[in-house]
Antibody
Framework: EVQLVQSGAEVKKPGESLKISCKGSEYKFIDYWIAWVRQMPGKGLEWMGIIYPADSDTRYSPSFQGQVTMSADKSISTAYLQWSSLKASDTAMYYC??????????????WGQGTLVTVSS | SYELIQPPSVSVSPGQTARITCFGDALPKQYTHWYQQKPGQAPVVVIYKDTERPSGIPERFSGSSSGTTVTLTISGVQAEDEADYFCQSSDSNGPYVFGTGTKVTVL
């Protein structure tokens, strides 16, 4: 079964740094883009950006450009999302998802279980 | 910025049909995909490319498209279908946009 497993919940203080992970299994990790999606408490889904693990080509949503950094280590089939200085407004659930693409469209399948990030003083 | 607009909520009795719409100007030119998110869980794709149903998704889930509106239909709604539903498509400014989300309540 194709699976994405994310790292555990984090509680951080404003100004701290953080790196969360997303490990793929049961598929060829370098062949698929990985997306990161934010869901703030009680809110909808926001696309943050995508990364291609084969060469770490990265595209950011304009809303998140400069706010986060995406990276990947293809040797261990893992993608990362990191912050250099967290803010309280970064409190949210963060999902990774594999992008399935053909000539007609791109969709997200499967999704990781989510990583809850709480930023509070 | 590009938006996909969904009704905030839909209520339906068990066994009835629920229809969830998603409106967007670019939808005639782009495929739309639908995700189900149950409380405390990650989203799951239930329809992709407007009308395609992934393996393992019940046949009561179907999709259709007409101009700027796409529709997710749940026929014979069951209590387990109570969830949030999000559409997703693309626009010229970026590859991925999510709809505003619809909460389906089974009465």
């Amino acid at each position: 079964e194709v699976q994405l497993v994310q790292s555990g919940a984090e509680v951080k203080k404003p100004g701290e740094s953080l790196k969360i992970s997303c490990k793929g299994s049961e598929y060829k990790f370098i062949d698929y883009w990985i997306a990161w999606v934010r869901q703030m408490p009680g809110k909808g889904l926001e696309w943050m950006g995508i990364i291609y693990p084969a060469d770490s080509d990265t595209r950011y949503s304009p809303s998140f450009q400069g706010q986060v950094t995406m990276s990947a280590d293809k040797s261990i089939s893992t993608a990362y999302l990191q912050w250099s200085s967290l803010k309280a407004s970064d409190t949210a659930m963060y999902y990774c998802a594999r992008i399935v693409a053909d000539s007609e469209g791109n969709w997200f399948d499967p999704w990781g279980q989510g990583t809850l990030v709480t930023v509070s003083s | 910025s590009y938006e996909l607009i969904q009704p905030p909520s839909v209520s339906v009795s068990p066994g009835q049909t629920a229809r969830i719409t998603c409106f967007g100007d670019a939808l005639p030119k782009q495929y739309t995909h639908w995700y189900q998110q149950k409380p405390g869980q990650a989203p799951v794709v239930v329809i992709y490319k407007d009308t395609e149903r992934p393996s393992g998704i019940p046949e009561r889930f179907s999709g259709s498209s007409s101009g700027t509106t796409v529709t997710l239909t749940i026929s014979g709604v069951q209590a387990e279908d109570e969830a949030d539903y999000f559409c997703q498509s693309s626009d010229s400014n970026g590859p991925y946009v999510f709809g505003t989300g619809t909460k389906v309540t089974v009465l």
